[in-house]
């Protein structure tokens, strides 16, 4: 059986620097006042939100919801179920929606129609991947980590079918011969 091996396509320098200028530029934002609610979307923005959430110079506090992903296949069936709700009170808060990628762009509006529900003072969202060819959906990404080509992605809290997540980089599984 050939292996699986991830190639790089995103490095982990080009993450972390990354990350830091969007850590930059959410401080700044959110510098004039209000409380800040980031929100990670369960799995696979926790590497994401831990190192965006640790290089922030403003207060803020951490939440984490879950929805329906697309089970252990790489194809998107347009559904979105929530699987758990936020924990705490985020009415009149600023709510930071913290996603690992935005492909069909489907779970980030049903995120953001349903965080609205909850009367925060703003919702905005951050995600570290966006597959922008592959948009159905109309939906702003207010902080964007990198635009990526309609390829499954690994590494970084992304997996496939829960491998790969706790890679530092960002990587295409390719089949490799042998
Ligand atoms: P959307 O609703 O935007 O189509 O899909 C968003 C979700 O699909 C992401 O949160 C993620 O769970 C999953 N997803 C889409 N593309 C990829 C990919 O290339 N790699 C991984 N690991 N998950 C993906």
């Not at 995120?111 to 969202?125: E, W």
């Amino acid at each position: 059986m050939s292996e699986l091996t991830p190639e790089v396509l995103i490095s982990e320098e080009q993450i972390q620097s990354r990350v830091l200028a969007l850590a930059e530029d959410i401080s700044a934002d959110y510098a004039d006042g209000g409380e800040l609610v980031m929100i990670g979307v369960l799995k696979g923005s926790f590497i994401f939100l831990a190192d965006l959430s640790r290089r922030l110079s403003i207060p803020r506090t951490i939440e984490f919801i879950a929805v329906s992903s697309y089970g252990n296949g790489s194809v998107s069936s347009g559904a979105v179920r929530l699987v758990m709700d936020v924990r705490g009170n985020i009415e009149g808060k600023h709510v930071l929606i913290v996603e690992d990628i935005v492909d069909t762009g489907h779970t980030l509006k049903y995120l953001i129609g349903m965080l609205k529900s909850h009367r925060p003072a703003s919702v905005r969202t951050a995600a570290l991947v966006r597959k922008a060819e592959s948009a159905e959906v109309d939906v702003t990404i207010d902080y964007l980590g990198f635009d990526i080509g309609d390829e499954w992605v690994v590494g970084y809290g992304l997996d496939f079918a829960e491998q790969n997540r706790t890679l530092p980089y960002i990587g295409v599984i390719k089949p490799t011969d042998g």
